[in-house]
Nanobody, 119 residues
Framework: QVQLVESGGGLVQPGESLTLSCTGSGIPFSEYGIVWYRQAPGKQREFVAH???????KCADYLEGRCKIYRDNTKSTVYLQMNSLEPDDTAVYYC?????????????WGQGTQVTVSS
């Protein structure tokens, strides 16, 4: 069974940093890219960052300079580090991957982890 599990969310104050984890199982993790999304209350889900199997990375423009995404394949885990957090970063953060089977695919999502930025 393919599964992604996020962790590391919590309540932080503005300006602080947080590192989220996304741990996978049931797939050869090193061969899969991982994408982070977030969804704030009343808003649509939006892209946060991604990392490919070759470790190419991209952070959303609104996080440039505040975001670092990296992976440890020995732990089947991708990390999302966010710095200088702002109240607008409050959201549920999800990681996902796309599993291909021949010409079809399925998107695998984690259950999400809540990040709250508040003083």
């Amino acid at each position: 069974q393919v599964q992604l599990v996020e962790s590391g969310g919590g309540l932080v104050q503005p300006g602080e940093s947080l590192t989220l984890s996304c741990t996978g199982s049931g797939i050869p993790f090193s061969e899969y890219g991982i994408v982070w999304y977030r969804q704030a209350p009343g808003k649509q889900r939006e892209f946060v960052a991604h990392i490919t199997s070759e470790r190419n990375t991209k952070c959303a423009d609104y996080l440039e300079g505040r975001c670092k995404i990296y992976r440890d394949n020995t732990k089947s885990t991708v990390y999302l580090q966010m710095n200088s957090l702002e109240p607008d970063d409050t959201a549920v953060y999800y990681c996902m991957t796309r599993k291909y089977s021949g010409t079809s695919y399925s998107d695998i999502w984690g259950q999400g982890t809540q990040v709250t930025v508040s003083s």
